[in-house]
C-alpha cells in the first residue's frame, strides 16, 4: 500500500494500466489504496470541520459576552453621567446662590431660606463635632494622668 503522505499519481496510474506494464490485479490494489487515500481524507476533512465549528462557536460566545459587557459598561457610564450632570448642576445652582459681596469684601449668603437653613445645620453638626472631639480628647487626657 501506499503511504499515506505520499498521494497516488492517477494519471501515472492511467499510463501504467493503459501500457500493459502491470496487470489487473495491481490496477485494483492501486484503486484501493486511492479509495482508502480519500477516505483519509475525508476522515480528516470532517475533524478540521468539527473543530472549526467548535472555534466558529466560541468566537461567537465570546463577541456575544463583549458585546454584554459593552452594553453593561455603556449604560453604568450613561448612569455615571447622567449623575454628573445632576450633581454639576445642583452644584452650580448652590454655587451661584453664595457670592462675593464685593463691596462688604465678605462672602455673603444671599436671601434664600433653604440655603441658610442648611449652613445652619452644617455649622451645628461641625460645632457639635468638635465639642465631641474635644469632650474626648479632655477624657483621654485625664486618664493619661492618672
Known sequence: MTNSTQPVDLDA?????????????????????????????????????????????????????????????????????????????YLDEVIGKFKLDEDAGTNAILDDPEVTAAYDALDDLLREKWRTLRAEQAADAGEATR
Do not use: M
Request: hydrophobic share 35%.
Open 13 to 89: 496510474v492511467r499510463e501504467t494500466v493503459e501500457s500493459g506494464e502491470v496487470t489487473k490485479h495491481r490496477a485494483e490494489d492501486q484503486l484501493i489504496e486511492l479509495c482508502a487515500e480519500v477516505e483519509q481524507l475525508r476522515e480528516t476533512h470532517a475533524k478540521l470541520r468539527a473543530l472549526y465549528d467548535r472555534n466558529i462557536g466560541s468566537l461567537v460566545d465570546q463577541l456575544d459576552e463583549a458585546h454584554e459587557q459593552l452594553d453593561t459598561v455603556t449604560a453604568e457610564r450613561d448612569r455615571l453621567q447622567a449623575a454628573h450632570d445632576v450633581t454639576s448642576t
